[in-house]
């Protein structure tokens, strides 16, 4: 089969799961997307990028108001068509299935193209304003304007979920999200995590901490507290944490926080002329000969890190669970965890990890005190978490099971 993968940003979601499906003979892979933001290939995998949108596509984009993340989807399913009729026209090649992020309208119109050709689509969320990420907690009221713009940013997943033979979502929680008349179509099936990679330290305990491009010398038996996110920003919980963090560092001399991210924000609504990073240091700083801000890492750096935490702290919004907050569990990291479904969905407190109110940064840092406390319980944490991933989010098991899927849409 021709198996066709779409999304803006090369690789993303399918960074695994394209390649496993190369390995397969019978099969050859394309992705087609508008950037590499790896800069890299996949193995098997055929590479064709299409153009960013013209100044022109840009500006019919900023004047659509609430409809505005409904006009850059459309203008993505214009690209994507153009760079498929492409391929068939210049390299005559045409898929017999798509496998497709359909959050930045990539599908939209592939059904117009190829009819008959079956759509697997990557649903990763659906916008509701009451009881979701925007307005979880009873002191949240959206106004009006904020309701109109949340509905009306679901016009192109409404689409997506109409056209799609089959869908998937990673997780209980984000499935919960969608409309029940969709529910029929989308299968809760995750990416999956590499637990060969995200594994302990060989040793069998916690190693140091050192990297040298930063100057960083932390000695085997140094307290570790650990913080990754793309971006430092509410959704994520980043100045809760910050608060948390005063308050365990008061308290504990000798340990040491390392945080792995960007000055920016990812999600959620952007702050005027500031970012919560230079906001935590308006409230009085913090010790910067022990918060340790490492920036973005590679692979082989992020894996020194988690192996090296003594406590790994993951905080969302009732959003989209992290890959960072699996990964730290498959590290057999003893973590503490936000009270939010998405994290209650893989972490049940005092069984593979300690729970904390999202918007208590007392509570969070006497549950991180908890675990310092008492190592060997939160060794044992740690190992059941490690056992959480390896049963329910394995990669290879994740993955046959997409690919199942897959020959049960094909004819």
Not at 344 to 362: C, T
Request: charged share 25%.
């Amino acid at each position: 089969m021709n198996i066709f993968f779409l999304h803006p940003s090369f690789p993303a979601q399918y960074l695994n799961l394209a390649p496993y499906m190369a390995r397969n003979p019978e099969n050859t892979v394309y992705f087609c997307s508008k950037e590499n933001s790896i800069n890299s290939q996949l193995r098997g995998v055929t590479l064709a990028l299409y153009g960013k949108p013209t100044e022109a596509e840009e500006n019919y984009i900023k004047n659509g108001g609430p409809l505005r993340p409904a006009a850059e989807a459309v203008i993505e399913g214009q690209a994507v068509v153009r760079a498929l009729q492409w391929l068939a026209r210049e390299r005559n090649v045409k898929p017999d299935v798509i496998i497709a992020h359909t959050g930045w309208g990539s599908t939209l119109y592939c059904k117009d193209l190829y009819p008959k050709v079956p759509i697997i689509g990557y649903f990763e969320w659906y916008y509701l304003a009451d009881d979701s990420d925007c307005y979880w907690w009873p002191d949240e009221i959206p106004q009006m304007g904020n309701r109109i713009s949340i509905r009306t940013r679901n016009a192109h997943h409404l689409m997506n979920l109409e056209l799609c033979d089959a869908g998937v979502t990673p997780t209980n929680w984000q499935y919960s999200q969608f409309p029940k008349e969709y529910k029929p179509k989308l299968n809760i099936i995750h990416e999956g995590i590499d637990t060969q990679f995200c594994s302990p330290d060989p040793s069998g305990h916690r190693p140091g901490l050192v990297l040298e491009d930063i100057n960083l010398n932390l000695p085997e038996g140094t307290e570790i507290i650990t913080y990754v996110a793309r971006g430092f920003e509410m959704y994520r919980g980043f100045p809760y944490f910050m608060d948390a963090m005063r308050i365990v560092l008061q308290r504990r001399p000798k340990t040491h926080v390392v945080i792995v991210g960007k000055d920016r924000i990812c999600y959620g609504a952007q702050l005027k002329d500031t970012t919560y990073l230079k906001e935590e240091e308006k409230k009085g700083g913090y010790p910067t000969d022990r918060v340790h801000f490492v920036g973005l890492r590679n692979r082989g750096d992020f894996r020194k890190i988690l192996r090296a935490s003594s406590c790994h702290i993951y905080l969302t919004r009732p959003f989209v669970l992290s890959w960072s907050c699996l990964e730290a569990m498959s590290f057999a990291c003893p973590m503490v965890g936000s009270k939010t479904p998405p994290v209650q969905e893989v972490m049940e407190d005092g069984v593979n990890g300690l729970l904390a109110e999202f918007r208590s940064p007392y509570h969070i840092a006497c549950k991180v005190e908890e675990l310092l406390d008492d190592p060997e319980r939160a060794k044992k944490l740690g190992l059941a978490a490690r056992e959480t991933i390896l049963e329910r989010f394995e990669l290879m098991k994740c993955m046959r099971k997409q690919e199942d899927l897959m020959y049960r849409v094909v004819r």
